[in-house]
């Protein structure tokens, strides 16, 4: 999930599901400094790559449109499944 511009090191967007999606991070000197940029930032790490704060927005619509069609249910229940389909 890391890119790679000459010597300079970007994380890249896991999903790019969102029509405004990030794609991915800035690029820094080093792959630790990419990361630390998208945590930063906010983005979500799914447990195999990063996920940007407009995917994840995204996601999150998603969700609250299923929660609409499945009636109440437990909350993080839900942004835990919702996490796993991106996978
Ligand atoms: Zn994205």
Not at 13 to 27: I, R, V
Not at 55 to 70: G, L, P, S, T
Request: net charge negative.
């Amino acid at each position: 999930m890391i890119i790679k511009k000459g010597n300079q090191f970007a994380v890249e967007c896991q999903t790019k599901q969102a029509s405004d999606c990030s794609q991915h991070g800035d690029f820094c000197d080093s792959e630790e400094e990419a990361e630390d940029w998208v945590e930063f930032e906010c983005w979500i790490f799914s447990g195999e790559g990063w996920i940007c704060i407009k995917c994840n927005e995204y996601f999150m619509a998603n969700i609250k449109v299923q929660r609409k069609v499945k009636g109440p249910d437990d909350m993080d229940d839900d942004l835990f499944k919702g996490i796993e389909t991106v996978r």
